[in-house]
């Protein structure tokens, strides 16, 4: 099994930055692809980034493109999402998620991923 806690969220004004973290730990996890995926109330659960195991490559959704940074500490045990100029409609359930593999497949699709985090809430308001 995988665990995965979310953690960094919060309230911040329009134009502001959160950094988002997932640790990551359990006896099915060594190196995995995790991605992070947001969902606003009565909307789908969307993509906003992906990391493959050890950080040979990202993926970022085009509607944070520019503004999320996605990044993995050397231990592979956890994985940040930097996120800048932030807009209100940014507001949403921060999900963190993780793939059996170390390489992504299908980096955007939620049925790609196995394990997933209880969430962390993001807000912008002013």
């Known amino acids: 099994q995988v665990q995965l806690v979310e953690s960094g969220g919060g309230s911040v004004q329009p134009g502001g930055s959160l950094r988002l973290v997932c640790r990551a730990s359990?006896?099915?996890?060594?190196?995995?692809?995790i991605g992070w995926f947001r969902q606003a109330p009565g909307k789908e659960r969307e993509a906003v980034a992906a990391?493959?195991?050890?950080?040979?490559?990202?993926y970022v959704d085009s509607s944070v493109e520019g503004r999320a940074t996605i990044s993995q500490d050397d231990a592979k045990t956890t994985v940040y999402l930097q996120l800048n100029s932030l807009k209100p409609e940014d507001t949403a359930m921060y999900y963190c998620?993780?793939?059996?593999?170390?390489?992504?497949?299908?980096?955007?699709?939620?049925?790609?991923?196995?394990?997933w985090g209880q969430g962390t809430q993001v807000t912008v308001s002013s």
């Open positions: 998620a993780a793939q059996r593999g170390e390489w992504c497949v299908g980096p955007g699709r939620r049925n790609g991923y196995n394990y």
């Open positions: 359990g006896s099915g996890y060594s190196r995995n692809c």
């Open positions: 990391i493959w195991s050890g950080g040979s490559a990202t």
